[in-house]
């Protein structure tokens, strides 16, 4: 490249770059710099503790049921949404449903309203005398006496639900916008040579829609690890911790505890460091060669 050409590369990448400076990098920084501190939000750095928060952080019973509560969450919602969306997808796909578009819209709804609406609506459903409950007691189902959200042992599948309602409709369309891409010869030919529908979908459509898969997948884990507008609006971490999760349990700490500010840095890098390694293990886990349904 010419001097003129590097000139005008850096010209055109220069506002990228300095919006990623200023709004992610050094706040990044800064975050790692304040969990080595004792900090308060107000007074600022009171002193240094160097990897003095990081050691509380391990031996904090708070810490572990937090993370113990996300990785239920995690566990509890990714394959459902992805299952649910995948079968979503795979009917609209399919030539006997009418008013697709219809249907694609209807999908998309929930994705594209706010979601502390979306818990608010939810957390009056759940009530103690909500729909839930009233539908539950005309099923002859048991019904939790003081509601889904205030049981320790209901809240958390609560709240989950919710989660895959809102999450499915975003990931059929992002699914079915990869099955569109996939060519209708690969599916004659398997036809022609015998395979039924399941021998098709194991071997022809799951191999080649395998990078959405993956997106969609990593997308969807990311999001459940960093679950915290649910949390916040619908239970604010109760009953009793049940639905604290490693996000809220940072709020709790830089919002809550003023002191606590270096602490809860500490937490959002464990946090980070976290979601980080379980995304790379997906993505390589999903990416080999050899991988097989």
Wanted: net charge positive; no cysteine.
């Amino acid at each position: 490249m010419s001097r003129a050409e590097r000139t005008a590369a850096l010209v055109w990448l220069a506002p990228w770059v300095l919006t990623f400076a200023v709004f992610w990098l050094y706040p990044l920084l800064h975050a790692f710099a304040m969990s080595l501190t004792e900090y308060h939000a107000l007074l600022g750095v009171q002193r240094v503790l160097g990897w003095e928060n990081y050691r509380a952080l391990l031996s904090d019973p708070q810490f572990w049921r937090a993370l113990r509560v996300t990785l239920l969450f995690t566990l509890g919602t990714v394959p459902v949404t992805i299952t649910l969306a995948l079968i979503l997808a795979l009917v609209l796909e399919s030539s006997v449903v009418r008013w697709r578009g219809l249907w694609q819209s209807t999908l998309l709804l929930p994705s594209m309203t706010s979601l502390v609406v979306l818990a608010l609506i939810f957390t009056n459903l759940y009530a103690r005398h909500g729909w839930v409950s009233t539908i539950a007691v005309t099923l002859g189902l048991p019904v939790p006496q003081r509601g889904w959200l205030q049981e320790p042992s209901t809240a958390l599948p609560a709240v989950m639900a919710m989660d895959v309602w809102a999450s499915v409709g975003y990931y059929a369309l992002l699914l079915l916008a990869g099955l569109q891409t996939i060519p209708r010869e690969y599916d004659e030919v398997a036809r022609l040579a015998g395979a039924n529908a399941l021998q098709r979908l194991r071997w022809v459509v799951l191999p080649l829609l395998r990078p959405m898969l993956a997106f969609a997948l990593v997308l969807n884990t990311i999001k459940a690890l960093q679950v915290f507008v649910e949390i916040y609006v619908m239970t604010r971490g109760g009953p009793l911790g049940a639905t604290t999760t490693l996000v809220y349990l940072v709020f709790v700490n830089a919002f809550e505890h003023v002191d606590r500010m270096g602490y809860a840095a500490a937490l959002a890098y464990v946090s980070f460091l976290l979601i980080g390694i379980v995304a790379v293990v997906q993505l390589r886990l999903l990416r080999q060669q050899r991988w097989r349904w």
